[in-house]
């Protein structure tokens, strides 16, 4: 049995060949030391402490909750990120790279291409590789929303035309056969191998108001809880000229808002509309109606409430277009926009990066020593939480797990926002005995995702221990955003041992020089089987002697010869006299 490495006559201490494998093998896994609150909290108060000497007044004035809340904007030429601070701590992270469609929330005029009656549901061709799915039931207009409080229903006027009854999903095939041209919106991008999920309910989403083109009812947010707002809201919205047949919904960012703003935030989504319908009429299917604004006009129309207290952005056009953006909504809230101009990047400075950087880890540390472990799996997030180090200066052990699981809902919570992870949720909370303490950490765990702009429901923690959540998922998640599936193991996250690898090539070897010994053709036979170095140095220090005896056995000559090339799962069996490949 000879050895024939690749790399022989070369030295191992040869600069060149260490580099070499230095790039074979992947880079060594960041673990930055995390920042501790009090750390990130300090810094928050120093930064807070710098603002302009009005804003602090304002500041006061406000009923706001203590809390120094910054959003952060850096835009680079393939991607832009967009990040929350709270009094430091990295709360909410996003990005939209260069080549995103931002498909969710779109417009299109899309053709029918076939109707399935077993998942009641049509395929529709907007333009984009995969068909948008389309329910029946999104299909007909939508019903009354929960988390919005009717108002005013704003009919059109009989027009003397017979009314006939509303239609059901038993006269849809009829009323939408395959061919027909259909005008709906992306509630739900692609995700996986699945098509973006679609409604023919249609809105426009506005800084303060949404509407409704297709559906007649005027409401108000039930995350606006003050009694007071919202009779004045009601007695506003009852007062709007909203054009027959279309709602609007009063949004939280509304609260404490003068009757002016509803009234131009309402103009500008008419004219948004009007300019839908024109293309609606002029546009042949499939064809994008609206699309979604940047992620730079997405934040200063969803986040930029009275509670941000700073906005730095590092790039001077996003800088100048955002100061314009916010000059339509609220010129006080002007003042807040900065423009970083250091040398040092943005994210760096405010240790954002080192935050990132932590969120993505499979492990993350609370506070007093404890952790949770995230996996994410094609059904399910499941979530474990671990005493691990955590050490109770009462020695009260039902008060140890009790504190550790409240750090950990606190945490989960963030790191759901962080991920943006959706669909279906397990938490594995550390088994309490008391039921007052699993009632606690439930209600503190409503309590921090009522905050939460995706849609929730969460179950009350079960006799073993475990929550279940499920979270509106409109997109996939940052880490699916980020990463992509390992090519090497594609996916599994393991590969074969050495030994594995080893027994299955004796095997194989076996086979086939039984193969060529039943041939009686008087040949000797060599096999040269090319391998990856790994392998090798099994076959070479432990299996060397068995190899010896399939050559004594079977009457075949074996070279091996390294190649880092090859997947290490992978091996190559040729005849060395005429390079055929047995397989």
């Given at each position: 049995?000879?050895?024939?490495?690749?790399?022989?006559?070369?030295?191992?201490?040869?600069?060149?060949?260490?580099?070499?494998?230095?790039?074979?093998?992947?880079?060594?896994?960041?673990?930055?030391?995390?920042?501790?609150?009090?750390?990130?909290?300090?810094?928050?108060?120093?930064?807070?402490?710098?603002?302009?000497?009005?804003?602090?007044?304002?500041?006061?004035?406000?009923?706001?909750?203590?809390?120094?809340?910054?959003?952060?904007?850096?835009?680079?030429?393939?991607?832009?990120?967009?990040?929350?601070?709270?009094?430091?701590?990295?709360?909410?992270?996003?990005?939209?790279?260069?080549?995103?469609?931002?498909?969710?929330?779109?417009?299109?005029?899309?053709?029918?291409?076939?109707?399935?009656?077993?998942?009641?549901?049509?395929?529709?061709?907007?333009?984009?590789?995969?068909?948008?799915?389309?329910?029946?039931?999104?299909?007909?207009?939508?019903?009354?929303?929960?988390?919005?409080?009717?108002?005013?229903?704003?009919?059109?006027?009989?027009?003397?035309?017979?009314?006939?009854?509303?239609?059901?999903?038993?006269?849809?095939?009829?009323?939408?056969?395959?061919?027909?041209?259909?005008?709906?919106?992306?509630?739900?991008?692609?995700?996986?191998?699945?098509?973006?999920?679609?409604?023919?309910?249609?809105s426009l989403p506005g800084r303060y108001l949404i509407l409704t083109p297709f559906s007649d009812g005027c409401g108000i947010s039930r995350k606006i809880e003050?009694?007071?707002?919202?009779?004045?809201?009601?007695?506003?919205?009852?007062?709007?000229?909203?054009?027959?047949?279309?709602?609007?919904?009063?949004?939280?960012?509304?609260?404490?808002?003068?009757?002016?703003?509803?009234?131009?935030?309402?103009?500008?989504?008419?004219?948004?509309?009007?300019?839908?319908?024109?293309?609606?009429?002029?546009?042949?299917?499939?064809?994008?109606?609206?699309?979604?604004?940047?992620?730079?006009?997405?934040?200063?129309?969803?986040?930029?409430?009275?509670?941000?207290?700073?906005?730095?952005?590092?790039?001077?056009?996003?800088?100048?277009?955002?100061?314009?953006?916010?000059?339509?909504?609220?010129?006080?809230?002007?003042?807040?926009?900065?423009?970083?101009?250091?040398?040092?990047?943005?994210?760096?400075?405010?240790?954002?990066?080192?935050?990132?950087?932590?969120?993505?880890?499979?492990?993350?540390?609370?506070?007093?020593?404890?952790?949770?472990?995230?996996?994410?799996?094609?059904?399910?997030?499941?979530?474990?939480?671990?005493?691990?180090?955590?050490?109770?200066?009462?020695?009260?052990?039902?008060?140890?797990?009790?504190?550790?699981?409240?750090?950990?809902?606190?945490?989960?919570?963030?790191?759901?926002?962080?991920?943006?992870?959706?669909?279906?949720?397990?938490?594995?909370?550390?088994?309490?005995?008391?039921?007052?303490?699993?009632?606690?950490?439930?209600?503190?765990?409503?309590?921090?995702?009522?905050?939460?702009?995706?849609?929730?429901?969460?179950?009350?923690?079960?006799?073993?221990?475990?929550?279940?959540?499920?979270?509106?998922?409109?997109?996939?998640?940052?880490?699916?955003?980020?990463?992509?599936?390992?090519?090497?193991?594609?996916?599994?996250?393991?590969?074969?041992?050495?030994?594995?690898?080893?027994?299955?090539?004796?095997?194989?070897?076996?086979?086939?020089?039984?193969?060529?010994?039943?041939?009686?053709?008087?040949?000797?036979?060599?096999?040269r089987i090319h391998v990856h170095p790994s392998i090798l140095e099994r076959l070479r220090s432990e299996d060397s002697e068995l190899l010896v005896r399939v050559?004594?056995?079977?009457?075949?000559?074996?070279?091996?010869?390294?190649?880092?090339?090859?997947?290490?799962?992978?091996?190559?069996?040729?005849?060395?006299?005429?390079?055929?490949?047995?397989?």
């Amino acid at each position: 049995m000879n050895d024939q490495p690749s790399n022989s006559g070369v030295p191992p201490q040869d600069a060149a060949s260490r580099y070499e494998e230095e790039l074979a093998t992947p880079p060594p896994q960041k673990n930055s030391e995390p920042l501790t609150a009090e750390q990130l909290r300090n810094e928050s108060k120093e930064r807070a402490a710098n603002r302009p000497i009005l804003q602090k007044i304002l500041s006061i004035f406000r009923k706001e909750k203590g809390s120094f809340r910054e959003l952060v904007i850096n835009s680079e030429p393939l991607e832009k990120r967009v990040a929350l601070l709270v009094d430091g701590t990295l709360d909410r992270f996003e990005i939209e790279r260069e080549s995103d469609n931002r498909m969710v929330g779109g417009i299109y005029k899309g053709r029918i291409k076939n109707l399935d009656p077993g998942l009641k549901a049509a395929f529709v061709d907007i333009g984009y590789n995969k068909n948008a799915f389309l329910h029946y039931w999104d299909m007909l207009p939508a019903a009354a929303d929960s988390s919005v409080e009717v108002v005013r229903v704003n009919k059109k006027k009989d027009t003397g035309q017979a009314r006939g009854a509303a239609p059901t999903v038993k006269d849809i095939p009829s009323l939408y056969p395959p061919g027909t041209d259909i005008v709906i919106q992306v509630t739900k991008g692609p995700i996986g191998t699945k098509g973006p999920r679609t409604t023919t309910n249609l809105s426009l989403p506005g800084r303060y108001l949404i509407l409704t083109p297709f559906s007649d009812g005027c409401g108000i947010s039930r995350k606006i809880e003050d009694p007071q707002e919202r009779k004045r809201l009601k007695q506003l919205i009852n007062e709007l000229t909203i054009p027959e047949g279309m709602g609007v919904i009063c949004r939280t960012a509304g609260e404490g808002k003068k009757a002016r703003y509803f009234v131009r935030d309402l103009h500008l989504l008419l004219t948004k509309w009007q300019e839908i319908t024109r293309k609606m009429e002029t546009d042949r299917a499939p064809a994008c109606l609206y699309q979604e604004p940047d992620i730079v006009e997405r934040t200063v129309r969803d986040f930029l409430t009275e509670e941000i207290d700073r906005v730095l952005i590092d790039n001077e056009s996003d800088f100048k277009r955002t100061q314009e953006l916010v000059s339509q909504i609220s010129s006080r809230s002007r003042s807040k926009i900065a423009y970083y101009k250091e040398a040092i990047p943005v994210f760096e400075r405010y240790n954002i990066e080192r935050q990132i950087e932590q969120t993505f880890q499979r492990r993350v540390a609370l506070p007093s020593g404890g952790e949770i472990v995230i996996d994410e799996t094609e059904a399910l997030i499941s979530i474990d939480v671990n005493t691990g180090s955590h050490k109770s200066r009462s020695g009260d052990e039902k008060n140890t797990i009790f504190q550790v699981n409240m750090e950990a809902a606190v945490e989960i919570s963030r790191q759901i926002r962080l991920r943006n992870i959706g669909g279906l949720v397990i938490m594995d909370f550390i088994d309490m005995k008391e039921r007052r303490h699993r009632n606690s950490v439930y209600d503190k765990m409503v309590e921090l995702m009522s905050e939460d702009k995706a849609k929730t429901h969460i179950l009350p923690i079960s006799s073993l221990g475990i929550m279940q959540m499920t979270r509106q998922r409109q997109q996939e998640s940052l880490s699916a955003n980020i990463y992509t599936g390992c090519p090497y193991c594609r996916g599994r996250g393991i590969v074969k041992s050495a030994t594995t690898m080893s027994v299955e090539l004796q095997r194989k070897l076996s086979s086939v020089a039984r193969r060529l010994q039943a041939r009686k053709d008087g040949k000797e036979y060599a096999l040269r089987i090319h391998v990856h170095p790994s392998i090798l140095e099994r076959l070479r220090s432990e299996d060397s002697e068995l190899l010896v005896r399939v050559e004594k056995t079977y009457g075949v000559k074996l070279a091996f010869r390294a190649d880092p090339n090859y997947h290490v799962e992978n091996f190559k069996i040729i005849n060395a006299m005429t390079n055929e490949e047995y397989r």
